[in-house]
T-cell receptor, first 109, second 117 residues
């Protein structure tokens, strides 16, 4: 089955950039996603990338994909306190998503 | 995007009882899914809710424990039967949605927080 791994915690100073890393094992993954879960809330789709792309930028978010190494990263520029949340990496090659364990990002003043 | 609502948003239940969770989508969608997120854990797919036929369950999940209904293209229910404290989780409904000229993606409901005493 698919396996998605992420580091569990990240602490970053307000205004700095955050980089969250993810690795996956399924080489047939077609889509890769980043979801955000704030405390007590459901999952919010942040951004996604097709497997045939290597970069996608969306305002403060930059997604980098290294398909050869099966490595995905999410960079958040100018991190704000509202960015404190759990970030989930997920992959799919059909309709089913496989999620990583989530990275808890804490933004400190 | 698809807007998804779930009822109830949270509940505290006694061991041995059952709870039915409702999921409503604001547009017709082909595929709906139910996920479980145990405390401090990631999401695990329970089943795909199929309209007009029986749900398709993932390994480790069975219909007797998690019966699912999907009477139409905008609504589904998940029942957690004969609950035990190990069933305490967040249960999330999601839909696979194709946006015009865009990308197929999955949206999630706000979740139902279940605590079993």
């Amino acid at each position: 089955g698919e396996d998605v791994e992420q580091s569990l915690f990240l602490s970053v100073r307000e205004g700095d950039s955050s980089v969250i890393n993810c690795t996956y094992t399924d080489s047939s993954s077609t889509y890769l996603y980043w979801y955000k879960q704030e405390p007590g809330a459901g999952l919010q789709l942040l951004t996604y990338i097709f497997s045939n792309m290597d970069m996608k930028q969306d305002q403060r978010l930059t997604v980098l994909l290294n398909k050869k190494d099966k490595h995905l990263s999410l960079r958040i520029a100018d991190t704000q306190t509202g960015d404190s949340a759990i970030y989930f990496c997920a992959e799919s090659n059909d309709y089913k998503l496989s999620f990583g364990a989530g990275t808890t990002v804490t933004v400190r003043a | 995007s698809a807007v998804i609502s779930q009822k109830p948003s949270r509940d505290i239940c006694q061991r041995g009882t059952s709870l039915t969770i409702q999921c409503q989508v604001d547009s017709q969608v082909t595929m709906m899914f139910w996920y479980r997120q145990q405390p401090g854990q990631s999401l695990t797919l329970i089943a795909t809710a199929n309209q007009g036929s029986e749900a398709t369950y993932e390994s480790g999940f069975v219909i007797d424990k998690f019966p699912i209904s999907r009477p139409n293209l905008t609504f589904s229910t998940l029942t957690v039967s004969n609950m035990s404290p190990e069933d305490s989780s967040i249960y999330l409904c999601s839909v696979f949605y194709r946006e015009e000229f865009s990308f197929n993606t999955q949206y999630f409901g706000p979740g139902t927080r279940l605590t079993v005493l």
